[in-house]
């Protein structure tokens, strides 16, 4: 059992930085799952930016390579999204994500927990 809630979102110009929070509540050692950021623009579905294996491994979409970064502290158990050089196209609704880790099958992208969102904004 998992709550996440996300936080740091806001409006900023073209080429300014933010950087997202996802706090979990949970008993659990967030190490133990996988973790992803998503977003949403209005009219379109959910997009992953960013990931996080439970190896530290990250991964990002084409889109955000480069200008984000995806990060850890599982002693706080928080999980960042940094976000640099923001465009207006980045705006958009932001969630994190938590993946449940299966025993020798790894995440299979199911997505067992969600945020309630952060709003990111970025004008020209």
């Known amino acids: 059992q998992m709550d996440l809630v996300e936080s740091g979102g806001g409006s900023v110009q073209a080429g300014g930085s933010l950087r997202l929070s996802c706090v979990a509540s949970t008993s659990d050692e967030i190490y133990r799952y996988c973790w992803a950021w998503f977003r949403q623009a209005p009219g379109k579905g959910r997009e992953k930016v960013a990931g996080?294996?439970?190896?530290?491994?990250?991964t990002y979409d084409s889109s955000v390579k480069g200008r984000f970064t995806i990060s850890s502290d599982n002693a706080k158990k928080i999980v960042y999204l940094q976000m640099d050089n923001l465009k207006p196209e980045d705006t958009a609704t932001y969630y994190c994500?938590?993946?449940?880790?299966?025993?020798?099958?790894?995440?299979?992208?199911?997505?067992?927990?969600w945020g309630q969102g952060t709003q990111v904004t970025v004008s020209s």
């Open positions: 996080l294996t439970t190896a530290g491994i990250t």
């Open positions: 994500a938590a993946d449940t880790l299966i025993p020798l099958r790894g995440c299979d992208g199911s997505q067992d927990y």
